[in-house]
């Protein structure tokens, strides 16, 4: 049963993170995929090749990946039950408690509100750089607010809620295959070239993946929020790019009463992206407040896997 090795991983988690002492000594096992996807990628994804070889290209180093990390998770789990018979839950959570990233979310959040808090623009725009994407240097506090609720909210799911739904439907497997996967989006899912093609499987085998604990996520932050968000949910989970990212971060401003989103630089280029909710501008304040929300949120998620455990 998985319900208690979940549960493990959740507690580990939450009271452990990922050590920067252990960080520092074996780094982390995503790592390892990265290694395999740029491996592929130097390999098959050359200019030279049409697109429709390309793409198919970007499939084959999905299958490698999947293959590769299922494997040797499938093969673990299979040691482990062997040598620990009933004890087997616990060191399975301990092989699960790195595909959860509770506590690094958490700790990686809090700088940036401290920051805003105390009026240091330069430090919180430090700070939210090492977490997004976009260009943070130019960014004002509502801006840089906005920046760490989003990435806050979306990475709820994909950093908790997503490891942990596969966790419990596959065991040790299906939640190693989905940090694989998530890895393969965040480096080679790109619309832009020269990973268009090459990345088209990474981005779409990601949404598939995401389909369920997206929507999951927002449920959670909702009910988190003390029910409260629901019509921004439904009116602007489709205003984002992603299929998926939409759903918490819509979520988490409903229950804000904020604006999330908007438009924003990537390298220089302004993006026109929609504003997802309305009302006030986000600010330290919001910023502490969805900090809670995500604390209740993750002890929901607890709770959930917690009645799990006890039914069965």
Not at 30 to 56: H, K, M, S, T, Y
Not at 86 to 99: C, E, K, N, V
Not at 272 to 277: A, D, E, Q, R, V
Request: aromatic share 8%; hydrophobic share 50%.
């Amino acid at each position: 049963m998985v319900e208690p090795v979940a549960l493990g991983a959740l507690v580990l988690d939450a009271a452990l993170g990922w050590p920067d002492r252990i960080y520092r000594r074996i780094g982390h096992p995503v790592a390892g995929f990265a290694r395999i996807i740029a491996a592929c990628e130097v390999r098959w994804n050359r200019p030279d090749r049409p697109p429709r070889v390309r793409r198919l290209s970007g499939v084959a180093a999905m299958l490698v990946l999947v293959l590769a990390s299922g494997g040797i998770a499938c093969a673990a789990e299979q040691v482990i039950r062997a040598l620990a018979g009933p004890w087997a839950w616990l060191p399975l959570a301990f092989a699960g408690w790195p595909a959860l990233a509770q506590r690094s979310l958490y700790d990686h959040f809090r700088p940036i509100e401290a920051a805003l808090k105390r009026g240091d623009l330069p430090a919180a725009r430090e700070a939210v750089g090492m977490i997004v994407g976009r260009d943070t240097a130019a960014l004002d506090a509502p801006g840089v607010a906005r920046a760490g609720i989003e990435s806050l909210a979306e990475s709820f799911c994909d950093g908790v809620i997503a490891p942990l739904f596969w966790l419990l439907v596959l065991g040790l497997p299906g939640a190693w295959i989905y940090k694989a996967i998530n890895t393969a989006d965040s480096l080679i899912g790109h619309p832009e070239e020269p990973l268009r093609d090459y990345g088209w499987a990474a981005a779409r085998i990601d949404d598939a993946a995401n389909l369920i604990p997206a929507r999951l996520s927002a449920i959670l932050i909702c009910l988190a929020g003390w029910g409260r968000g629901w019509r921004i949910l439904w009116r602007d989970h489709g205003r984002h790019a992603s299929p998926n990212a939409g759903w918490p971060e819509a979520a988490m401003a409903g229950t804000l009463g904020i604006r999330l989103a908007g438009p924003v630089r990537y390298d220089g280029v302004l993006s026109p992206k929609p504003w997802i909710g309305d009302g006030a501008e986000a600010d330290a304040g919001a910023m502490l407040r969805a900090g809670n929300i995500y604390l209740r949120a993750c002890l929901l998620a607890w709770l959930g896997v917690g009645g799990l455990t006890w039914l069965a």
